[in-house]
């Protein structure tokens, strides 16, 4: 393929977001955005100057002039928008997680094979700063081998819209889990999960939840390595946390506590704050700088989601150019449809047992699975 993909977006809240990286990416066109609100489409579109408009999810997938789709919409929206823009067709990036349940990670996993296109769900949390760091002390040896791994994610979602309502923790654990995984290379095989605490009976009502926190122990596949995940969405005091932690035999990096601190890298039992680099030299330039700036306007109207996540690491650039350039050389994105279904489903079965009061769940092996 040597011309530019043309991409359609759809859900213009923290969809809109990735406008201008599209915009400016020297291998991408943005020709399309999709929301069901006439008066939030109008806003967006107009802002940033994009003449083809979408209130109907279904009509987009019928534009010819559309190779891929970013579904940024609600989560229990995710799994039959990725299906159908597949049978559609069109290559597919989709925020996390891919879905709310085990079937649909399956149904995703199918039509992705059948259709021969693209799927890549869209994990901040592996396109981070601080994960091309902790990536790099392992790549150069310093890190030595992996021997444990710690994830966490703790946010307080009063006020987002009411599908998050007394939401399990472990529902939406990608950010907590996938950095962990990715690290080590390899699937979560089983896992054992207790719930601990409880919210308020207006929320677990909702989705027949009790649970504030969820924590969990999963074992590697193929690997002699274990890991713990700890999430909270409500009820829970602590400030926002999307964290990892790995432990290696010569060097171990640790997030930090606050927001305004900076991580700690051990060499042996000496420990030192470190400053991390950012890398946005990786890029196209033309996208350099949203990284460091990573907001579609400055006026104040970013996502909830960038502003309490403090920008997501300077990921949003680097997502983007992975997903462009797999469709561009023909290659299965990172994540691919196989890793975003483990990442998802760990959550899923972490749920499943802290619901069995913490029996121990093994996942699908979606990898065997496929068509």
Request: some cysteine; hydrophobic content about 35%.
């Amino acid at each position: 393929m040597d011309k530019k993909v043309r991409i359609a977006i759809a859900g213009l809240g923290f969809g809109a977001e990735f406008i201008p990286i599209y915009q400016q990416h020297p291998d991408a066109q943005l020709v399309a955005v999709c929301q069901r609100s006439e008066e939030k489409l109008k806003q967006v579109a107009d802002h940033f100057g994009i003449s083809k408009r979408y209130n109907n999810y279904e009509a987009m997938l019928k534009d010819p002039d559309i190779d891929a789709i970013h579904i940024n919409t609600p989560i229990p929206d995710h799994a039959e928008q990725s299906i159908a823009a597949l049978r559609a067709g069109k290559h597919v990036a989709c925020t996390v997680p891919m879905a709310t349940s085990i079937e649909d990670c399956h149904r995703i996993v199918e039509a992705q094979q059948q259709s021969g296109k693209y799927y890549m769900m869209m994990e901040t949390a592996v396109y981070t700063r601080e994960f091309f760091y902790a990536k790099e002390l392992l790549d150069t040896g310093k890190l030595g081998r992996i021997q444990f791994l710690r994830g966490a994610h703790q946010q307080d979602m009063t006020g987002w819209p009411g599908y998050w309502e007394g939401l399990p923790p472990m529902y939406y654990a990608t950010h907590a889990v996938s950095p962990l995984l990715a690290l080590a290379n390899r699937d979560a095989d089983t896992v054992s999960c207790l719930g601990s605490g409880r919210i308020d009976e207006q929320l677990a009502a909702k989705y027949g939840s009790p649970f504030a926190v969820e924590s969990a122990l999963f074992q590697l596949r193929d690997s002699e390595l274990a890991m713990e995940v700890t999430r909270s969405l409500f009820n829970t005091s602590r400030e926002y946390i999307e964290s990892f932690d790995v432990y290696g035999e010569r060097m171990s990096f640790e997030w930090q506590q606050l927001e305004h601190e900076i991580p700690v890298v051990f060499n042996g039992e000496v420990g030192q704050r470190v400053k991390i680099p950012d890398y946005g030299s990786r890029l196209p330039e033309e996208i350099r700088s949203f990284t460091t700036k990573g907001i579609y306007d400055d006026t104040g109207n970013q996502h909830l989601s960038f502003t309490q996540g403090s920008g997501h690491g300077g990921s949003h650039p680097h997502l983007a150019h992975e997903f462009v350039r797999s469709i561009l050389e023909n290659r299965a994105p990172f994540p691919d449809v196989f890793t975003s279904a483990n990442w998802t489903s760990a959550g899923l079965c972490a749920h499943e047992s802290a619901m069995k009061q913490g029996v121990q769940v093994k996942l699908p092996n979606f990898r065997k699975s496929g068509i």
